[in-house]
């Protein structure tokens, strides 16, 4: 299986920055990893994904202050965030996909709360 251990939330002052990672473990060739995120008593929602060569995909909206990124040597993918806003408070969750699966793991979740 996969498992994904994501890392970097915290409570962070409007205008500031953060970092977040995950980190795999699996056996498997990872595809495809990325981020959602769910703000407090809303859905989950696509952020931003990278694939193994490094193709980006960003959510509407998101490409700017959300940046992707991920070493492959590493088995890490990481969200660059800047300009924080209230609006990005919540959990971001990290998955990936294995080449040849059409199923996504997920990580657990990393609280990120942004104060005004």
């Known amino acids: 299986q996969v498992q994904l251990v994501e890392s970097g939330g915290g409570l962070v002052q409007a205008g500031g920055s953060l970092r977040l990672s995950c980190t795999t473990a699996?056996?498997?060739?990872?595809?495809?990893m990325g981020w959602y995120h769910q703000a407090p008593g809303k859905q989950r929602e696509f952020v931003a994904s990278v694939t193994n060569d490094g193709k980006t995909n960003y959510a509407d909206g998101m490409k700017g202050r959300f940046t992707v990124s991920r070493d492959n040597g590493k088995n890490t993918v990481y969200l660059h965030v800047t300009n924080l806003k209230p609006e990005d408070t919540g959990v971001y969750y990290c998955?990936?996909?294995?080449?040849?699966?059409?199923?996504?793991?997920w990580g657990q979740g990393t609280q990120v709360t942004v104060s005004s």
């Open positions: 998955y990936a996909r294995p080449f040849t699966w059409t199923v996504d793991f």
């Open positions: 699996t056996s498997f060739s990872i595809n495809t």
